[in-house]
């Protein structure tokens, strides 16, 4: 019984401990199903998915719910690494003003400060972002100074009215004296400029903010407004320390102003030997080597030991001043104080390379070994670069010589070499470049010389190869873009080129002529017109500021006509005619491609475009449309073109009225044609013999065989023209067409007695008339003259001329003729197939 009653007591003990732990606790209100599932959800999930989810949520503006997958709560402010992270995927994104949608007190003055602390290392845009949220929630002055920081990182420039926004949270000097020191890392100097003005309406000039102020000048090489920071502490009655003389001592001596470094160096009173560096550069500079020397020896005097570094400002001096025998004396002066290195070597070698003295570069590179001094690739790369200016050959040699000395190239070594190859390319001397490269970390001029050489000489393999390499690089400047989308066209891998091209149209600031023209060299090397014809369009707002974009749209049209992508050309035109001056020659090539495709009518329309554009046409202009008019029979036009060149006071030439005229004979106009030959020679055209054989064609078509005879009298006398070939060929048929054979043979006699060789057409006429009069006699004369002189003779009228003796001559006379035609069509058919 004892123990039932124990155990019926455990009993009643544990189950009322086991209620009371059931029990809600007093204040606690029933967690709703949704809640419920809410937590239990989220408890699922790894944080990455919790952002993720947070950022969905955000973008279909449920800001509460948002706020919930990250905290658990639907009040409780983020963490500050949680709301930096939130941003940078939102703003990956472009969606960094989802943030705005998160409830009341989610960022507070906590985490909003290590979201601007974290875009200081941010690029402008998530700076402007952080700026957006922050003045949308909550700012303080520690979140403004830190937005002053991370504006102060970035090189872009900042906007006037957000910089004055954010110094009207009054930010202490200590945080204007950090904004400074990041505006010289990233040479924003119009920030430095504003912030230095701030702090000098609340407290004056101070030496702080001034120096901080010259720093940035310094960085960004502003050596004139880095001297005048003197003068304002001047005027201020401050004084600068010695860390602020040697700045302003090395500004005077980078702008030129020797003077003010002279006295800024005797205001110092005590100045340190960096100072004393500075005016041994300024002399060294202004060529003054004495007073550099000068101020070494008084620094010897004051100074118990002088290092390596100053000697060798000293004999930089020397150098800048081409001044041999000092050098020499002070470089003797530095081995005997045992203050001697390879960079008082390498200056010293300087000077021997200006002069070309190359057996005293020899000299010293033995004198650097004795003093257990080796040359190392500096050394060799200044010997190099000197003997590629002269002779690749020689260049290559000391390379050679460099590796046996244990010296491994650099890459300034290989881009020193590949510059020489670029005088002289060759795929042989590339690759010994490429072979020397491949053991090397390669750079941004390196590879942009190999990828030149390449493009150069035009080969594809080589070129692809360097660009993996050039893969290896992580970062491009706006030079290096140049080249590689330069590169990627010539290599015809285009899809690489627009995505380099895409990258710099989506940064304004970026976009330059010099990208516009890589691109445009990039769809010429790849024959891709329509590409071609879409760069235009992109950037037609920029090119009024391109000089160079004529000449691009001169090279896109030519291209044009070369793929006979007329039509894409002309659409070219009407996109750019706006924005482009195109010259009279882009005119020519378009109008020129539209007479030969037969638009004459279209032809004309531009041709009065150019004159409303003031591009006034030239003599090359008239000439391709009185061309193209002319052949195709349209000669009132021709001549309306003509009378329109003569008022413009441009001097027609002797082509241009060549074309009129022959456009008048071959319709047999001559009439017409007196009258231009008349106006010909008014304007002082003296005409040719192509002149002459329009002429005596013009009267054999017109049966005037008089008259085609009197040109050949009269027009040699009065402009003193020796007849050729072309014009007795041409009088012979005149006179063959017109029924009297043995008149064109006495033509050839006088052209022989004359000293004109007779040719292949000469021969073919005479042989062509002989059949068409069926006179064996004299065909038989004009195949043995043409062998004699070995010009061969038409085989078709050669069978024929044997056929015409065969029928007309008698047996024998016949045999004889075939043996003999035989042999002289053997001949003839010998010398044609040699030619």
Known sequence: VGIEVVLLTCF????????TCQRKPIGCKKMSVSENAKRQSSRSLSPENHLHRAEELLNDGKGDEALWALTGSSSSPLSGSVLVALFEALQQ????????????????????????QHATSSNYGAVREVHHVAQATVMTTAIGEALLKAYASCREATAPEVLESLLELKPSEAALLMALGLCAQSQSVRLAERLAMYAKQKKGVTLPVAASLLKVYSQAKLWDKACSVHQELKNAGVIPDTATYGALIKAAVEAGQHQLAQDLFQESKNPDAMNVMSMIRAAGRAGDVPKALELLRQLELREKQIDTTTYNCALEACVAGDDHRSADTLLQQMVKVGHVDVVSYNTYMKLLLQGHLHDEVHKTLQDMRKQGIPPNVVTYNSIIKEAAARDITSAWKIAEEMQREGVQPDAYTASILGAGLRRQPSKAGL??????????????????????????????????????????????????CVMLIRAYGHAQQMDEAWKIWRQMLADEKVLTED?????????????????LLEVFQEVRSWLPGFPRATMAFSLAVKMAMQLQQLDLALELYEETTETVNLSVVTYNTLIDALVQSGALKRAMELFHDMTLRNVGPDL????????GFASAGDLETALMLLGQMRRLQIQPDCVLFNTILNGCAKRQMRALTEQVLAEMENAGVAPTNFTLSILIKLYGRCGDLKAAFGVVEEYPKRFNIRLNAQIYTCLMSTCIWSGDLPMAFEVYQTMLQDGCLADGKTFDTLLMGCLKHQDARRASQVVREA???????????????????????PPQTEKMARSKWSRELGQSCQIRSKK
């Not at 990208?515 to 790849?526: E, G, N, P, Q, T």
């Not at 061969?792 to 015409?804: D, G, K, T």
Request: include cysteine.
């Open 12 to 19: 009643c003990l544990g189950f009322s401990i086991l209620r």
């Open 515 to 531: 990208i516009f023209m890589s691109m445009v060299d990039a769809c010429l090397a790849s024959s891709d017109m329509k590409s």
């Open 787 to 809: 062998s004699e002189i070995g010009v061969s003779v038409n085989p078709e009228m050669m069978e024929s001329a044997m056929l015409m003796a065969r029928k007309n001559g």
């Open 431 to 480: 690759d010994r470049v490429l072979a020397l490269t491949s053991q090397l970390q390669p750079d941004e001029v390196l590879v942009n010389c190999l990828l030149d050489i390449c493009i150069r000489l035009k080969d594809r393999q080589r070129l692809r190869y360097v660009l993996q390499r050039r893969a290896e690089l992580s970062t491009s400047s706006p030079h290096a």
């Open 93 to 116: 994104r472009g969606n960094a003003q989802h943030l705005l949608r998160l409830p009341q007190g989610a960022i507070n003055a906590r985490n909003g400060l290590a979201l601007a």
């Open 620 to 627: 090359i202009t008239f000439s391709i449309l009185v061309k």
